[in-house]
């Protein structure tokens, strides 16, 4: 990525003939079909260069490289099957450009893929310059690793300063990563994504059966006797509503020094009883530090 590429998340979806998105996610297609589907979207339009990255499953990233581009612009893709995909639009005058290259490049895309079912078109989302973000270890003096089976979560974790650990495909695979690098670093961010994926499609016994697979696997997290323990997630999934929602997200916080409270178990309704409340997520690390006793005493 070069300081000014504009990169936009995307997804290979599956459109009807009238071009409306009936599966925003092409059937969860391989990531084997996306790498072989990627090259034929990269191409040139004027002085802009589009790039196609495979990144899992259906997801990809497309980069658009060129003099004069601009990430506040809208979207394409409305969150929903049921529409069409949605015209990009400038936020700002200064976008111009941006705006009218990426809707030459789905138009484009639209007649590449026409015949690539399920995977015969493709929404963007999220347009971003590389943001300068501050590091981790600056901030709260610690040395960070993440274990991630998805490369977003990856790449996310990269751009905070975290090193990168390479595992396998399941959590076990991330529980052993972790025993193996325990002694090497001081905080640790392991990712779940079959949860939410599960959630995406409405599966509500994959979702159980994903959870089930991490709670046999917490003995050997614990015994590794760590300072704290939080599971948590970056946003609700119902399965219920097939998609990312608004609701609270469960929180446990762990720890010798953690006051214990009467919530006996891990769900929504009965964390909502318990002693954390309801709290921004930011506040997250601080009561982690503090339950770690890594936070120096301000004043008297």
């Known amino acids: 990525m070069?300081?000014?590429?504009?990169?936009?998340?995307?997804?290979?979806?599956?459109?009807?003939?009238?071009?409306?998105?009936?599966?925003?996610?092409?059937?969860?297609?391989?990531t084997e079909l996306n790498a072989s589907?990627?090259?034929?979207?990269?191409?040139?339009?004027?002085?802009?260069?589009?790039?196609?990255?495979?990144?899992?499953?259906?997801?990809?990233?497309?980069?658009f490289r060129g003099p004069g581009l601009r990430d506040?612009?809208?979207?394409?893709?409305?969150q929903r099957e049921g529409l069409l995909p949605l015209e990009v639009k400038a936020l700002s005058a200064g976008a111009v450009k941006t705006a009218n290259i990426v809707n030459q490049f789905v138009e484009r895309a639209k007649k590449i893929l026409a015949d690539k079912h399920p995977a015969d078109m493709v929404l963007l989302?999220?347009?971003?310059?590389?943001?300068?973000?501050?590091k981790m270890e600056d901030i709260y003096k610690l040395k960070p690793a993440a274990i991630a089976t998805y490369p977003m979560y990856r790449g996310l974790a990269r751009l905070v300063g975290m090193d990168i650990l390479p595992t396998g495909t399941t959590f076990a695979d991330e529980i052993k990563t972790l025993k193996e690098h325990y002694n090497d670093y001081d905080f640790f961010f392991i990712h779940v994504k079959k949860t939410?994926?599960?959630?995406?499609?409405?599966?509500?016994?994959?979702?159980?059966?994903?959870?089930?697979?991490?709670?046999s696997l917490l003995p050997e997290l614990v015994s590794l006797k760590p300072d704290v323990i939080v599971v948590t997630g970056d946003h609700s999934t119902p399965a219920m509503l097939k998609g990312h929602?608004?609701?609270?997200?469960p929180t446990i916080l762990y720890s010798q020094y953690c006051r214990p409270d009467k919530v006996a178990e891990f769900s929504e309704s009965?964390?909502?009883?318990?002693?954390?409340?309801?709290?921004?997520?930011?506040?997250?690390?601080?009561?982690?530090?503090?339950?770690?006793?890594?936070?120096?005493?301000?004043?008297?």
């Open 125 to 134: 989302r999220g347009f971003s310059k590389k943001p300068e973000l501050p």
């Open 72 to 78: 506040n612009v809208s979207e394409t893709d409305p």
């Open 2 to 30: 070069e300081p000014d590429d504009v990169l936009a998340r995307g997804n290979f979806c599956t459109v009807d003939k009238n071009g409306v998105i009936t599966d925003r996610r092409a059937g969860r297609i391989s």
């Open 270 to 300: 009965a964390c909502l009883q318990g002693g954390l409340g309801i709290f921004p997520a930011t506040n997250i690390m601080p009561l982690a530090m503090a339950n770690a006793l890594k936070l120096s005493k301000y004043g008297a």
């Open 37 to 63: 589907l990627c090259p034929l979207l990269e191409m040139k339009i004027k002085d802009v260069r589009v790039l196609a990255v495979p990144v899992k499953d259906y997801r990809l990233v497309i980069d």
């Open 196 to 215: 939410d994926a599960a959630g995406e499609d409405g599966d509500f016994d994959r979702k159980v059966k994903a959870i089930e697979e991490v709670d």
């Open 245 to 249: 929602s608004w609701h609270p997200v």
